[in-house]
């Protein structure tokens, strides 16, 4: 099977070098019945494609080991004046034995119209008529391959300047995730040890919860991005933790459009601004918290808010973010660019409201 696959390429490289001189002899068995007519010669057009085709299938042929020649001495190799002097040597090789085929090709052809030459005859026109022509032609392909390769250069190392970035980005984001989900779990577990002393039915129900939030983070371990719902659930399950711990002082209400369920959004995305609001904004509170997490789809935007009523964020912002929020930033820029908004505000009803967005 290997082997098959190497030479079906080869093949059809041969098969693309053929239709190349075809079309070229074509163009020019054109350019020779016209010009004919104009002069007023009698040439058919199958006398010209049969006299074009003739000189182009030849430089067919040689071009074959010329792409070979170009490939082994190229002009970026550590030598030039030596690269430069093969080709000069190869240039007038070719062109002679372009002559000389050519001369065999129009003997044989003079023979099938029964108007037989001798090899001389055919060969010492064509040397004066075509040998400089010859190197140009030579030049061209010789051009043309390496056009040809470093066009084929500059496409892979294009692919593997983005697989490259491809690869930091999605380590960026795995460094990122592996540093939120210990910081979530030690949170958790300091709310757990501050109720073993005063309440460990409460204390334990916690436990439970949060081996179930982890069991819920083994099916997407590492993963940048999630499904809204499997977001939305995760949240959920963070929230009964939570609900736990603050008894009947905290109460939330989740409105998420339907229509965005399945939408890919980042893998924890939710669980650092809820944390965020339930600890500095609802946490240094006496009265009731109240949290509200709204998610909506306008056209190719997704909207996600979450919002308090707690104290909400002092004049001039916060003096420093804490590492969910910087976290957080830090993956939006990795994921969308400037593609994304990510703000802190005071709600005019009170408390502190995040507000999101990322393209669908």
Do not use: C
């Not at 093949?11 to 190349?20: D, E, I, N, P, Y």
């Not at 969910?324 to 969308?336: A, M, P, S």
């Amino acid at each position: 099977m290997t082997a098959v696959r190497p030479l079906s390429r080869s093949l059809l490289r041969l098969s693309g070098v053929g239709a190349f001189w075809t079309l070229v002899g074509l163009a020019f068995a054109s350019q020779f019945y016209l010009s004919s007519t104009l002069l007023g010669r009698s040439v058919s057009w199958g006398q010209a494609i049969t006299y074009s085709l003739g000189d182009w299938y030849v430089w067919a042929l040689l071009s074959v080991p010329i792409l070979w020649l170009a490939r082994r001495f190229p002009p970026e190799g550590s030598q030039p004046w030596r690269t430069a002097g093969i080709h000069l040597v190869a240039a007038l090789f070719f062109s002679l034995i372009y002559v000389m085929l050519r001369a065999l090709v129009g003997q044989v052809h003079s023979s099938l119209i029964d108007e037989p030459v001798t090899f001389l005859e055919v060969f010492r026109p064509l040397m004066v008529k075509t040998f400089p022509f010859n190197l140009l032609i030579y030049g061209v392909i010789i051009s043309a391959s390496h056009a040809i390769e470093y066009y084929r250069k500059y496409h892979e190392r294009t692919v593997h300047a983005l697989e490259l970035e491809k690869h930091l980005t999605e380590a960026r984001l795995q460094a990122l995730l592996r540093q939120l989900k210990p910081h979530f779990l030690f949170n958790t577990l300091n709310g757990i040890a501050s109720l073993m002393h005063s309440d460990v039915d409460a204390a334990d129900r916690m436990l439970v919860r949060l081996s179930e939030l982890l069991r819920l983070t083994m099916h997407h371990p590492g993963q940048p991005l999630t499904k809204l719902s499997e977001e939305i659930a995760f949240i959920e399950k963070y929230l009964e933790i939570e609900r736990i711990r603050f008894r009947d002082r905290l109460t939330v209400a989740i409105d998420v459009d339907p229509t965005a369920l399945d939408i890919e959004v980042p893998s924890l995305i939710l669980q650092p601004l809820v944390e965020n609001a339930i600890r500095h904004g609802l946490e240094p509170q006496a009265r009731p918290g109240h949290l509200d997490i709204t998610v909506r789809r306008a056209a190719e935007i997704l909207v996600l808010v979450v919002r308090d009523n707690g104290g909400g964020q002092p004049p001039g912002g916060f003096t420093r973010e804490g590492i969910g929020l910087g976290n957080t930033r830090e993956r939006l820029r990795e994921l969308y660019g400037d593609r994304h908004t990510f703000t802190l505000a005071n709600h005019p009803q009170g408390g502190l409201e995040i507000r999101l967005t990322i393209p669908v």
